[in-house]
DNA sequence: TTTT
DNA sequence: TTTT
């Protein structure tokens, strides 16, 4: 069992990316969530220039990918269910890395661009079937 | 184990109630879950007259049920984190009948009421101190 | 959004049965969830016979279903993960009634049948593939 | 909203200390999440050297990391429930590093040391009052 | 640095 | 490297 959700608003657009062979569709991105602490301890907080939010990185595979892409933008606030992935690498300096990650295998806008906020809506050519009103987009279908 | 996410909207303003003796505030409302179904599958059950939706009790306790009920109404967006419970209760026709609904440890706003679509706000003399802004409120302490 | 994952054993053996036409398997069972109550408050209910925990009606599909039915038994500890369903159907009495269950999404077996305590694993002519071992079975492909 | 739930096996036995001043307890400990995996897709993986669990570092606080230093061991199995948390600190060669680690809100043993494969029991002189038996251990007052 |  |  390996069962994750989180609230929070992005904090830089996606990055979509294909994987060479199997041309498969990868975005990632970086949830700013809330800490969920009171008035006074965040202001505390602050006033320290310590972080009130918890900054975990996301990563969605397959058609849900490209619908983050093209539909989210830095600040927007989504719902994300996944699993936590731990991943290592080799750093330049030759010393193995740890990355802990979230592998969404779903991801639902809680918030809509308007026109006067509009980053990453107004580029879009794509039709909007599906993903109008206010149901939240859900994806379970992502190959993972 | 029993954890539970939801993030739906309320069918109905909440309801609240304080416990005789001990003076303790609960407050309930049902939420509306999508059921995340693509769209052809939701046109397909609206046509049908079926729900696209799961309607879920929600219990709140605490000062939390207060808050709850001053700044939630019809309609707004959620998201409740808590525990399923089942409960029995005798009918008025002597027949035992069996409830299962969400006791929420944390609800968090994710819609604030504005001045053209005000339900619930425009009667509120109570100060926001705290729930203004963007972050949503989280409330961990409530006795249960 | 809609998230559940319960810890809980089998109040009774599963119930498998096969959708008419579809011939999808379907099987259900009860799960008794602790109320994770302090041991003095346990005993106090328990002493009241009030309950200690949430039984919760979970609804497993396609093969997974099956694995269900052959593998666990009554009083076996699993993990759940899935979500809340809310249904209504018309009693006998021509009263509209609403039920609210699990649909699992994923069921894991923590515990495994021992010889001397074996109910539902002697009987099985099915092969063990996959479900040796001490790592739990995970099924996510399941038809819903 | 931050809600994880894992169940998996810690990969070495726990490390408690307590916080200086405070004199608050932590503890902490890497659980071996399985990933899940087909068991032809496990042996793939198994063959090329690459892990088929997900490593995650979890962090206890107050009672229940005093409950966990006392009665879980290398090995065994646990469910934790509780929020992703990202830290960073400033590594020995002055390049600052980020930590993805989950701290517990609450800890459920699902398997007890015997008198065969005794690993931190066997040196426990406190009493098991309430931990034994069948019902997980479930603590939320942690203080955090 | 990884468990069964 | 961080969002509102």
Chains 1, 2, 3, 4 share one sequence.
Not at 8 to 25: H, Q
Not at 64 to 90: F, H, P
Not at 94 to 114: H, Q
Request: aromatic share 10%; with cysteine; glycine share 10%.
């Amino acid at each position: 069992m390996n069962n994750v959700v989180l609230i929070g608003r992005l904090t830089r657009d996606p990055e979509l990316r294909y994987i060479p062979m199997s041309g498969t569709a990868v975005s990632t991105f970086s949830l700013a969530v809330d800490k969920g602490l009171s008035k006074e301890k965040k202001q505390e907080m602050e006033s320290k220039g310590q972080p009130t939010a918890d900054f975990i990185n996301i990563v969605v595979w397959g058609k849900m990918a490209e619908n983050c892409a093209n539909y989210l933008a830095k600040g927007r606030l989504v719902a994300v269910q996944g699993r936590i992935q731990s991943r290592s690498y080799d750093g330049k300096d030759g010393v193995k890395r740890y990355i802990t990650e979230v592998v969404a295998g779903n991801v639902e806008f809680l918030e809509w661009g308007d026109s006067n906020n509009n980053q990453g809506f107004g580029n879009q050519s794509s039709d909007f079937s599906g993903i109008e009103g206010f149901h939240p987009i859900e994806d379970d279908d992502i190959p993972f």
